[in-house]
């Protein structure tokens, strides 16, 4: 079964203006959350995480909101950029099972366009 | 430093046959991680080492993939035989060892994809 879950398989923003991709979680033992963005034929690269603890993690034009009640998460990118292109994967990590295994949603493809 | 490597970066072969995927891990990462991405699907967990060890190989879909990581250094997954569910771009990921930090990251390599006809 799926724990984490990205529902919408693509976005499409306008250069300038703000980008929000979400995620959602069914386990709640989860203790960090992650996205990883990633570009055609290379591997994913980490972007951003938040903790479990945490409902807000900021770092220059990406924020992060998690709201635990809901399950939920989503990643903020003001202003977006072409360069931003690429598919956005939501992670999820729990501590005290295999170490730094990671589950993850099925990807956002965002497009950014001039 | 260099960054995680993986060989063949394409490998199209037949159903029935072997194939072997390489991975070479970021220098001093104990930690290193087999996934696979079907297409349009999420990327998931195959394997886990520690150094030489097989910490956790749950994800391992059967025992046509037997995964090895000699002397604690690359890793390599053999698929025996290829199925035509195989396909999918299999990645390899490395980090550094715990020293009880809160968050290790994970370093991507830039995936095999892997074709079975």
């Given at each position: 079964d799926q724990q984490v879950k990205q529902n919408s398989p693509s976005l499409s923003v306008q250069e300038g203006r703000i980008s929000i991709l979400n995620c959602d979680y069914?386990?709640?033992?989860?203790d960090y959350f992650l996205w990883y963005k990633k570009y055609p034929a290379e591997g994913p690269t980490f972007l951003i995480s938040i903790s479990s603890i945490k409902d807000k993690n900021e770092d220059g034009r990406f924020t992060v909101f998690l709201n635990k009640s809901a399950k939920h998460l989503s990643l903020h990118i003001?202003?977006?950029?072409?360069?931003?292109?690429a598919v956005y994967f939501c992670a999820a990590e729990k501590r005290?099972?295999?170490?730094?295994?990671l589950y993850f949603g099925r990807g956002t493809q965002l497009t950014v366009w001039p | 430093e260099a960054g995680v490597t993986q060989f063949p970066s394409h490998s199209v072969i037949e159903k029935g046959q072997t194939v072997t995927l390489r991975c070479d891990p970021i220098s001093g990462h104990d930690n290193l991680y087999w996934y696979r991405r079907v297409m349009g699907k999420e990327i998931k967990f195959l394997l886990h080492f520690v150094k030489e060890s097989?910490?956790?190989?749950?994800?391992?879909?059967?025992?046509?993939f037997l995964a090895e990581r000699t002397g604690g250094t690359y890793s390599t997954l053999k698929v025996?035989?290829?199925?035509?569910?195989?396909?999918g771009v299999y990645f390899c990921a490395s980090s550094r060892?715990?020293?009880?930090?809160a968050f290790t990251e994970a370093f991507f390599g830039q995936g095999t994809r892997l074709t079975v006809v």
């Open positions: 069914t386990n709640s033992m989860f003001v202003p977006s950029q072409p360069g931003d292109s005290g099972s295999t170490l730094g295994r | 097989k910490q956790d190989e749950s994800g391992m879909p059967n025992n046509r025996q035989p290829a199925e035509l569910e195989d396909s060892p715990d020293r009880g930090q």
